[in-house]
């Protein structure tokens, strides 16, 4: 799994990017927001969060969203997080009903639809992604086995939420994005251990043999140093995102081009609206009079490649 975690990460040039501002650090903060609160608002369990926070961070390295179109970055968060519902929760809302919470701008299931496709035809449809909670477990358990830790560390439901909720607060920012996920949870899984009781931070990255120790030692300090904001949150790694009037929507159109095609991403609203598509200078106008239908789109969780 550690071989198979680079075919999962960002480009590599991504952070830079993001910190030099040639990437709008703001498109991906409203993005992450725009997934925690629906994710919050069905309980869905982490490991779907943690795969739309990758599918995220991935199209934004490979694609830019039209500037100044606010409504894209709704349209990719909730195209994010239904595409990893599918893969790991039982129990899945259709699609637009992921725009909860009266969003300001609200999408008919076709769009969604569009746009999840052009996320996995971005990442190459590989989506059983390999983030920090894939090594989560083992390296728990690694840490116990290795320094004779009481075993409970490894199987405590309370360990393994408290380990899960510094994952998720720590990925929100860009910070981490330096780091490999199996070194977050090396990292994680030591920091959640010293809060029980006293770690030898050296003798416990020496248990992790395949990966850098000073990577990982510098990861736990980052962790230890965004530990206090952590506790000011209450550990809640969510924004309120301002909530609109309901009925003030706004229409726009999303196109990207390939070397094939060119696909209209069109925005409109669940019912009685006017849809508007463009596709180069043909501009086509219908009324719709009820909610679309929308198609699920099955994903195989075995297809990586």
Same mark, same amino acid.
């Given at each position: ?155 405590? =439901? ?118 508007? =598509? ?8 219908? =009324? ?15 297809? =990586?490649?």
């Amino acid at each position: 799994m550690i071989e198979r975690e680079r075919e999962y990460l960002p480009k590599e040039d991504y952070l830079k990017r993001l910190r030099c501002g040639e990437l709008d650090m703001g498109i991906r903060g409203e993005a992450f927001d725009w997934i925690f609160k629906a994710h919050s608002y069905y309980s869905f369990g982490p490991l779907s969060f943690c795969l739309a926070v990758n599918y995220l961070d991935r199209f934004l390295s490979s694609r830019e969203l039209p500037s100044g179109k606010a409504w894209a970055v709704q349209l990719l968060a909730v195209a994010c997080l239904s595409i990893a519902a599918k893969l790991e929760e039982t129990s899945v809302p259709q699609s637009v009903e992921f725009q909860v919470e009266d969003p300001k701008y609200v999408f008919e299931g076709k769009t969604i639809q569009r746009m999840e496709l052009l996320v996995l035809d971005t990442l190459n449809w590989k989506m059983n992604a390999v983030t920090p909670c894939s090594f989560l477990d083992y390296s728990l358990k690694k840490l116990c086995d290795a320094h004779n830790h009481n075993r409970y560390l490894s199987s405590s =439901t309370n360990v393994m939420n408290r380990s899960m909720q510094l994952i998720s607060y720590i990925i929100k920012g860009i910070d981490f994005l330096e780091f490999k996920p199996s070194e977050i949870a090396a990292a994680v899984a030591m920091s959640v251990t010293a809060e029980i009781q006293a770690v030898d931070i050296d003798k416990a990255i020496s248990c992790f043999i395949n990966l850098d120790k000073g990577r990982i030692k510098k990861c736990v300090e980052m962790i230890k140093e965004n530990s206090e904001g952590m506790k000011r949150s209450g550990g809640n790694v969510g924004v309120p995102v301002p909530q609109s009037p309901i009925g003030v929507l706004e229409a726009g159109c999303f196109s990207y081009k390939s070397d094939e095609l060119t696909t209209p991403l069109v925005v409109g609203s669940c019912a009685n609206s006017s849809l508007i =598509t463009t596709t180069n200078t043909n501009i086509s106008t219908s =009324t719709s009079t009820r909610s679309p239908e929308t198609k699920r789109i099955k994903l195989d969780k075995t297809t =990586t490649s």
